[in-house]
């Protein structure tokens, strides 16, 4: 029996051997990252909030920024985004201000409700006010309240406006009337 000799294995074309070459590069760079990942986890498995989670690029912000009223504003009250769920859902809070505020809430032409964080520090030397700041609120607005025209034979000066506007602060979480504001 003849016994056949071994060849030497052919030379690979180099496109071959750039592929292999390649996906070996991928591979290791793949099986660094995870090595990276799994210590990242272990770290912050043990470490807890100790280290901060890498950022996402591209993504969207987890708190947009809540758009400023102007009136409010001019009053030194910012609004911010919460974070949490309020205990008092939207219609809750609704009702409870027009339980508050029955004249507006019955002459208003829109209400509505928005869940908003309440910032309105107290910068004045007396305590005009409690120093609000980052408190979970409903704020309602009760829009487009009729003025109530004085008697002109009293006061012949005529109103500038016809209606104005009620912002309305409830505590998110008990309900209870924080601020009143009228524009």
């Known amino acids: 029996m003849a016994r056949r000799q071994a060849q030497p294995p052919e030379k690979s074309d180099s496109t071959t051997q750039w592929f292999r ?3 070996g590069f991928v591979g290791g760079m793949l099986l660094g990252l995870a090595g990276l990942w799994l210590a990242w986890l272990l770290l912050h498995q043990f470490a807890g909030s100790a280290i901060p989670a890498p950022p996402v690029i591209g993504s969207f912000p987890i708190n947009p920024p809540v758009a400023q ?3 409010l504003a001019a009053e030194g009250i910012t609004l911010g985004h919460p974070g949490q769920t309020p205990t008092l859902s939207q219609q809750q809070a609704l009702f409870i ?3 508050l505020e029955p004249g507006a809430a019955s002459k208003a032409k829109t209400p509505s409700a928005q869940y908003v964080l309440l910032n309105y520090p107290n910068k004045g030397t007396l305590p005009a006010h409690p120093d609000y700041h980052d408190v979970p609120v409903w704020m309602i607005l009760y829009q487009g309240i009729p003025l109530q025209h004085a008697d002109a034979s009293v006061d012949p000066t005529p109103i500038p406006r016809s209606s104005y506007d009620l ?6 979480n008990s309900g209870k009337e924080l601020l009143t504001i009228q524009v």
């Open 69 to 71: 009223i102007t009136p």
């Open 167 to 172: 912002y309305v602060f409830l505590d998110a």
């Open 97 to 99: 201000a027009s339980q």
């Open 21 to 23: 070459l390649t996906s």
